[in-house]
């Protein structure tokens, strides 16, 4: 079992930035793919972005088109942790933030396919956190 748990959420102004945290603990992989989630009232679960690797190769990154250019995704190996930096913020990122993983991957290119953009390519997920962007 993986667990995940996110960190990092809050209220903040257009324009103003967040980092999210997600720690996993409990069993690891060599291959991963790691991604973030978000949900508004009254809409569905959608897509923000994605990370993968194997082993030691370089991690792969695909976003979202409504975050790409403000919005990064990277981890920590050392501290079991993928972070979102989420700058330039705007109302329409008001959200409950999940991260979510997959190690069933068998390639680092995981992240750059139409896969991990849907939800139910991850078999282990976080609780949320909350994102607040006030205009």
């Known amino acids: 079992q993986v667990q995940l748990v996110e960190s990092g959420g809050g209220l903040v102004q257009a324009g103003g930035s967040l980092r999210l945290s997600c720690a996993a603990s409990?069993?690891?992989?060599?291959?991963?793919?790691m991604g973030w989630f978000r949900q508004a009232p009254g809409k569905e679960r959608e897509f923000v972005a994605t990370?993968?690797?194997?082993?030691?190769?370089?991690?792969?990154?695909a976003y979202a088109d409504s975050v790409k250019g403000r919005f990064t995704i990277s981890r920590d190996n050392a501290k079991n942790t993928m972070y979102l930096q989420m700058n330039s913020l705007k109302p329409e990122d008001t959200a409950v933030y999940y991260c979510?993983?997959?190690?069933?991957?068998?390639?680092?290119?995981?992240?750059?396919?139409?896969?991990?953009?849907?939800?139910?390519?991850?078999?282990?997920w976080g609780q949320g956190t909350q994102v607040t962007v006030s205009s």
């Open positions: 409990g069993r690891t992989f060599r291959s991963y793919a």
């Open positions: 979510a993983a997959d190690e069933r991957v068998s390639s680092p290119f995981a992240s750059l396919t139409s896969t991990y953009r849907m939800s139910t390519a991850y078999n282990y």
């Open positions: 990370i993968s690797w194997s082993g030691a190769s370089p991690v792969y990154a």
